[in-house]
């Protein structure tokens, strides 16, 4: 199991929304979890076959967590015929991603046995596969008539956790849709539901009332998918439920700058989360969700350390993940983040403030390296050394 160290490090991002810095400048990995955060000094002694990360004052933070993606099966998608997306969003700082379901399909089966069928099989296939590394947790079932209890049952017992967006298909009314979200949250599933505008055809727009009444765990893409929520009904679902809101990339800009500030003005930092809604219409981002944080930070006036923890922990917490901080004990899921060359910031704390786009010199899953010098963002100002993979800084 995977031995690692990371020194030298200039700023530890947690994660973690009510405390987003840690102390320390260095991270000791033991078995594929964090062992140690904290300063050199106190550090554990080194390992055998531990691999040692020179971050050369660049920052260490969590890996980021994609909370809305649509996978198909492996590393492509029909949507807009392109492989190894997943891949590419490794070089973008993403280790986990999480489906808002599995739409694309070609054919995508419309009735009960088909739409059970598909979630089971890609939530197998993606536990069993792992594209470039990116920790893949989807089958997430599409709500269809027919659907029975017992099916939830034998869901949940095939490995489905999730619920894709409601709104992707004919079931969203209360009176359709409400029934078969209480199964699935009293199993455990996450529920997401579209809001905004029809995104794709068949597909259904969606207020605050529907939320509201139907109670999902996230209102998906306060932002728009792409076509925005109006503020009032964000505001409403902030008030009148207890759901997660999120922004996305593949959204309206001027939306996520207003929903950050709104979330920030109520004090309800804890309920944002990020993620891209790719690929989709709008296209693949590999550097979404780095994107998303920046426009969080330097549009929505957020702290850009908590920024990162809205990517990160917040998005764990809801999935019962144990990743997203850098913390004892959390799976080693990190990335090493820099201002790239060239930008006026430089921490990647300043670049994400500012609105550029970090540099990120180093991607790391259970401990293991997963890339160095990532072949998406601009190159780091820091010379971070990462033994095996070539680059590092200039
Ligand atoms: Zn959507």
Redesign the pocket.
Known sequence: MANLRVTNIGAIVSGDIAAPLAEGDTVAVRDGLIAYVGAAQGAPPESAHEVVIDAAGATVMPGLIDN?VHPVIGDFSPRQRVLDFIESCLHGGVTSMIS??EPHLPGRPRDRVGTKALAILAAKAFANARPGGVKTIAGAVILERGLTEADFDEMAEAGVELVG?I??SAVCTPEEAAPMVRWAQARGMRV?M???GV?IPG?NAIRADLVIAIRPDVA??VNG?PTRLPLADVERILDETECFVEIVQCGNTLAAQEVARLVAAKGMESRLILGT?MPSGTGVIPLGMLRTIAWVSSLGGIDPAQAVAMATGNTARLHGLNRGGVAAGREADLIVADAPIGSAASTALETLAIGDTPAVAAVIVDGVVKAGTSRNTPPAQRKVSVPGFAGGGH
Request: cysteine-free; hydrophobic content about 20%.
């Open positions: 809305h808002a379901g967006e709104g992707l997401a579209h809001t905004g995104s597909s998906s893409h998918g809604d």
